[in-house]
């Protein structure tokens, strides 16, 4: 199934030197959804400000721009049915101490500026995003071989 639901994923920099990036996209991959896309990136101060755009005027905007730059990160293309709120109920609430144990930030982050992944809010964001990091030629289509025991 080509499914047009797609949201944009990254490993932030503390997930990459953590060691979480084969446990996180196994969470993905084993939950049914589909890696169109990926690809590690130092990120530009540019396309970190564009990133966060929404967050310019806060406080803590200048944090965030130079910790998503602090590192390697890992970006990725995710496909799947609803796979927006999906992936927002895998990733957990942005405050840790608020993520429920078995999402990814409850299992593995403790503070808000250290919370190990994004994960696009809305289509219309993952749309935006997705933009900004990927080429629609590096967004692989292709079918799961499992797909027939995934949807109904
Ligand atoms: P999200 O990552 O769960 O979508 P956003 O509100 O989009 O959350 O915030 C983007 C990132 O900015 C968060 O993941 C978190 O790392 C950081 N952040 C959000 N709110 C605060 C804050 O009040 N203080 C410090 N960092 C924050």
Redesign the pocket.
């Known amino acids: 199934m080509v499914f047009t639901d797609r949201t944009f994923v990254m490993i932030k920099p503390d997930g990459v030197q953590r060691g979480l990036v084969g446990d996180i996209v196994a969470r993905f991959e084993h939950r049914g959804l589909k890696i169109a896309a990926m690809k590690m990136l130092l990120v530009s101060e540019d396309l970190a400000k564009k990133h966060y755009e929404e ?1 310019a005027a806060k406080p ?1 905007f200048p944090n ?1 721009v130079s910790f998503i730059r602090s590192g390697p990160v890992v970006a990725m293309v995710v496909e799947g049915k609803d796979v927006v709120p999906m992936v927002r109920s895998m990733v957990g609430a ?1 405050n840790p101490k608020n993520s429920n144990p078995g999402t990814i930030r409850g299992d593995f982050a403790v503070d ?2 250290r ?1 190990v992944i ?1 994960a696009s ?1 809305s289509p219309e964001s993952a749309k935006r995003e997705i933009s900004l990091y990927f080429n629609t030629s590096e967004i692989a289509t292709y079918k799961r071989i499992d797909e027939q025991w995934l949807y109904e």
């Open positions: 967050h803590f965030l942005t808000m500026g919370n994004h809010d």
